[in-house]
């Protein structure tokens, strides 16, 4: 059966710092990956998407950037944290078949 | 308007009762449709596929409303562990899967 892990799983950061989550999944090849944001009482941003390696799509103009250096590793960067970082950053996984995407444990960040 | 809209609640409701929610979408070339469960601070889960038909998983129901945009979600019998945010997810057309999710709607049960 297919997992998608993240970590860590909590993060607390100063303004400025730099950033980088990580996310992988087991159990399938050539999957979608999404990176998505949900603020607190807040829905899901869709931030970053990607259907193969190296190739990656932004959603939403930000300081932050993701990679994909294998076909199951995603991972979320920035340079330079922002207060309004702060939030849940979910990971995501579809088959490239189908439509339903299956979501990691996520990692809370707060930037202070 | 909104591209994916759900009544936030609460909705408050003892046990055994049964509660609905509703969902709807603003692009009548919507695909597909989902319902998932968020308890606090966990991610997403899953929940289930609505399909044209509709269908149903024990005691769940989801139904598809093509001709008035909207999609629900029925909960009978409810249970303790039924409290959750219920969000609603449409898939438009496109190449690469995108999926956008309602804010939620958050579901209390009542002892």
Known sequence: SQTIHQWPATLVQPVGSPLSLECTVEGTSNPNLYWYRQAAGRGLQLLFYSVGIGQISSEVPQNLSASRPQDRQFILSSKKLLLSDSGFYLCAWADRRFYEQYFGPGTRLTVT | ?111
Do not use: H
């Open chain 2, 1 to 111: 308007r909104k591209e994916v809209e759900q009544d936030p609640g609460p909705f408050n409701v003892p046990e055994g009762a049964t509660v609905a929610f509703n969902c709807t979408y603003s692009n009548s070339a919507s695909q597909s449709f989902f319902w998932y469960r968020q308890d606090c601070r966990k991610e997403p889960k899953l929940l289930m596929s609505v399909y044209s038909s509709g269908n149903e998983d024990g005691r769940f129901t989801a139904q598809l409303n093509r001709a008035s945009q909207y999609i629900s979600l029925l909960i009978r019998d409810s249970k303790l562990s039924d409290s959750a945010t219920y969000l609603c997810a449409v898939t438009f057309s496109g190449g690469y899967q995108k999926v956008t999710f309602g804010t939620g709607t958050k579901l209390q049960v009542i002892p």
